[in-house]
């Protein structure tokens, strides 16, 4: 069976980059390599510059903070862990508003813990302040808040994190950049019969036995929670590449041919999120629309509270809730982003009048489209129904 050739960077719209520590810092001094990461600021300024969305998930804050602090070398204790990653955490932001603002663009930094990508009320919250960067041409600059973050509630490493965060705000492709340029088919630095391997169209048990452990005292990653981190974005839609990111310009690397490995999603981000939001959440409550309102959905429009009117069952923000029309069709399911004494609050008026009434809405849209699963060709009534 032939390997299908894997798509060039440019398609893509929205972008995801994780840098990982042993990247960015110089083990030997503890230091920032500014040259290395002048480079890669020049590589996003150029995808920015085309229009594309950039998002950056970097590691680096425990690495730069413990040099600070003069902390030993070797693994460190929690309280040491958290109060490296507060000192290093200021000095990676600094960094990174510097080297992006050289070229005229604006960061802005995004702590996030699991719960900020797995809880949908939160996950609401944290896509929509995303989402608002993005749209304002910012680069969102994203870690795990390790100055919080306990063991029992971390990720551990930023390749899962950087999934998390690539499928929550819906991005094309994830670049994982690493020491290694993609996936072998056994460790090649004691196999020399070792074979890269291009594309992976479907991580299968076999792809994720060719994934070795850690890789370096700085990084919590290896090859195999980066073959985890495929799985997530996957299953989201969006394609992965792990990259060698050793060399300057390792974007450009890429978009040039440089050598890699993608994993292919067989959907969209899109799509991957509907089929989610359509099939595996349990509704919780009711939005009843009006007949303007159940055309404009069926159009690909949002759900505004004007359009609304009735609410019915006790739901949270960031639930699935059905949608029903004047005659009682389920018209689909979406994430609300109101709870149902708030929605009940406002149904049936406009944003303007709401703000007037002293109350602003959490959000303009009820229920935005991206988060709304319509009755469609590929899904039928009975099955998006409970």
């Not at 070797?74 to 990676?92: D, F, K, N």
């Not at 069709?329 to 149902?340: C, E, K, T």
Request: proline residues 5%; charged residues 20%.
């Amino acid at each position: 069976m032939s390997v299908p050739a894997p798509p060039a960077l440019e398609e893509f719209r929205r972008v995801v980059v994780k840098v990982g520590s042993a990247l960015l810092v110089d083990r030997a001094r503890g230091r920032l390599r500014h040259a290395w990461l002048a480079a890669l600021a020049e590589d996003i300024a150029d995808l920015h510059a085309r229009g594309v969305d950039v998002l950056v998930v970097s590691s680096g804050a425990v690495a730069l903070g413990r040099t600070v602090l003069g902390l030993p070398p070797g693994a460190l204790r929690l309280e040491e862990s958290q109060a490296a990653a507060a000192v290093g955490q200021i000095a990676l932001a600094r960094h990174w508003t510097e080297v992006l603002g050289h070229h005229g663009i604006v960061a802005g930094q995004v702590l996030v813990t699991p719960k900020d990508t797995e809880e949908r009320r939160r996950y609401l919250n944290a896509r929509a302040t995303v989402q608002k960067l993005l749209e304002v041409r910012a680069v969102p600059v994203v870690n795990e808040n390790d100055t919080v973050a306990t063991v029992e509630i971390r990720y551990g490493d930023n390749d899962r994190l950087a999934a998390r965060v690539a499928t929550m705000i819906g991005a094309d492709v994830l670049v994982l950049f690493s020491d290694i340029d993609g996936l072998y088919t056994a460790p090649p630095h004691s196999d020399p019969t070792a074979r890269h391997l291009a594309v992976i169209e479907r991580v299968t048990p076999e792809i994720e036995a060719m994934a070795g452990g850690p890789a370096s005292e700085l990084s919590r990653g290896g090859m195999r929670t980066k073959v985890e981190a495929a799985k997530i974005a996957a299953g989201g839609g969006t394609h992965m590449i792990i990259a060698d990111g050793r060399g300057k310009n390792p974007l450009r690397a890429i978009r040039e041919g440089g050598r890699c490995t993608w994993f292919l999603s067989g959907s969209t981000p899109t799509a991957a999120r509907k089929t989610w939001i359509a099939g595996s959440l349990e509704p919780c409550g009711t939005l009843v629309v009006d007949a303007g309102a159940a055309r404009a959905l069926q159009g690909g429009a949002s759900l505004l509270p004007v359009g609304v009117t009735a609410v019915e069952g006790q739901f949270s923000k960031g639930d699935a809730v059905l949608i029903r029309d004047p005659d009682g069709r389920v018209l689909g399911r979406g994430l609300v982003a109101y709870d149902s004494g708030e929605a009940a609050g406002v149904i049936g008026r406009s944003s303007r009048e709401i703000a007037a009434g002293g109350t602003p809405p959490s959000r303009t849209e009820m229920i935005h489209r991206d988060d709304l699963a319509m009755v469609g060709a590929w899904q039928n009534n009975a099955a998006i129904q409970t």
